[in-house]
């Protein structure tokens, strides 16, 4: 098993930043990707950002791109800086964890194996 944690979720203002972590402990893959992913009150849970397991390769979703920075410092931290959120970015944010060995997309949730239990990201008009 592979435990995620995640943190930095928040109240902030349109146009603010907050930057989320997830830290995976437990089992570990000897490599794997870490995805970003979303739910909106009243929607469904939809895909956010993505980064590879060298750290080289980042996928974002349309809605965020150029916004939103994924990065990781090492195999089992990664980062999600978010910038001039808007209050459509209001959501629930989990982080999970694709191995390296699945061939489909990074947009995908069902290459996720492993999620966190979210955090609140909250942005006020």
């Known amino acids: 098993q592979v435990q995620l944690v995640e943190s930095g979720g928040g109240l902030v203002q349109a146009g603010g930043s907050l930057r989320l972590s997830c830290a995976a402990s437990?089992?570990?893959?000897?490599?794997?990707?870490m995805g970003w992913f979303r739910r909106a009150p009243g929607k469904e849970r939809e895909f956010v950002a993505a980064?590879?397991?060298?750290?080289?390769?980042t996928y974002y979703a349309d809605s965020v791109k150029g916004r939103f920075t994924i990065s990781r410092d090492n195999k089992y931290t990664v980062y999600l800086q978010m910038n001039s959120l808007k209050p459509e970015d209001t959501a629930v944010y989990y982080c999970?964890?694709?191995?390296?060995?699945?061939?489909?997309?990074?947009?995908?949730?069902?290459?996720?194996?492993?999620w966190g239990q979210g955090t609140q990201v909250t942005v006020s008009s």
């Open positions: 980064i590879n397991w060298s750290g080289g390769t």
């Open positions: 437990g089992r570990t893959f000897s490599s794997y990707a």
């Open positions: 999970a964890v694709r191995p390296t060995y699945y061939s489909g997309s990074y947009y995908s949730q069902s290459q996720y194996d492993y």
